[in-house]
Nanobody
Framework: QVHVVESGGGSVQPGGSLRLSCVAS????????MGWFRQAPGKEREFVSA????????YYADSVKGRFTISRDNLKNTLYLQMNNLKPEDTAVYYC???????????????WGQGTQVTVSS
């Protein structure tokens, strides 16, 4: 089981930026896909973004396209999510996930972090 830890969450005003990080343990294969999901209060967890091991394939939810950027550093087993122009509706717990194939659905990811809270409010 891969150990996954997210960080970088916090509180920010609308229009602000945050950068989330996710470190996966050494058990992560360099060829694993990694992704971000989020869960807002009272809502189901939803897909945000994902990337293949080499970064050649990336997916974004329509709601974050043009505002969020996913990237990864395989030497550090670290995934990033740069979030710009944040909106109140981006408020959620953000989860990092690791799996064998890059997809937008949860069931393809086998290792999950505990999540990091992002709050966007004026």
């Amino acid at each position: 089981q891969v150990h996954v830890v997210e960080s970088g969450g916090g509180s920010v005003q609308p229009g602000g930026s945050l950068r989330l990080s996710c470190v996966a343990s050494s058990g992560t294969l360099v060829t694993d896909a990694m992704g971000w999901f989020r869960q807002a209060p009272g809502k189901e967890r939803e897909f945000v973004s994902a990337t293949s091991w080499n970064g050649y394939t990336t997916y974004y939810a329509d709601s974050v396209k043009g505002r969020f950027t996913i990237s990864r550093d395989n030497l550090k087993n670290t995934l990033y999510l740069q979030m710009n122009n944040l909106k109140p509706e981006d408020t959620a717990v953000y989860y990092c996930a690791v799996g064998p194939v890059v997809r937008t659905t949860e069931d393809t990811y086998v290792s999950w972090g505990q999540g990091t809270q992002v709050t966007v409010s004026s």
